[in-house]
């Protein structure tokens, strides 16, 4: 009943109305859906979260395998030695990795390219495309 709740109700609902609309065309369409930051699993003073570094990230389209895909590192976990300075969790897939191998996956673009694109970026395969 909270306020995320309805917010991802509306984004289901948004997301499912243009892939309804698009038809045959969602096999060439690929849509990233991604926060700007994360939250911090620990409370700060005041009992809320503080801006953290991981959050989730939704692929979809034609060209994607659903499911969740955690890349190599796996799921971090939630416990107090596994958490970026005890308080955020840490990430398992850095956001131009996923970038990367959407450009990759979807667009063909040549791995030895996407640095120029993506500077930084693993081209290393997720599974997701």
């Known amino acids: 009943d909270g306020r995320q709740s309805r917010q991802l ?3 289901d609902a948004s997301l499912s109305a243009f892939l309804a609309d698009l038809g045959p065309a969602t096999s ?8 700007e930051f994360g939250r911090t699993l620990a409370q ?6 503080d801006h953290g570094n991981a959050s989730a990230w939704f692929v979809l389209g034609g060209a994607t395998r659903g ?7 796996g799921w971090p ?3 107090p030695d596994q958490l970026r300075e005890q308080r955020d969790l840490a990430h398992a897939v850095e956001f131009r990795q996923v ?5 990759m996956g979807h ?4 791995a030895g390219v996407v640095p120029a694109v993506l500077p930084g970026a693993s081209t290393a ?3 997701f495309v």
């Not at 700060?44 to 979260?49: D, E, L, S, V």
């Not at 499911?67 to 590192?73: C, F, K, S």
């Open 9 to 11: 109700a509306e984004l």
């Open 107 to 110: 667009l063909a673009l040549p």
């Open 125 to 127: 395969a997720i599974g």
């Open 99 to 103: 970038m990367a191998n959407l450009l």
């Open 67 to 73: 499911g969740i895909h955690l890349g190599a590192v």
């Open 28 to 35: 060439k369409v690929a849509v990233l859906v991604m926060t």
């Open 77 to 79: 976990g939630l416990l």
């Open 44 to 49: 700060n003073a005041n009992g809320g979260t």
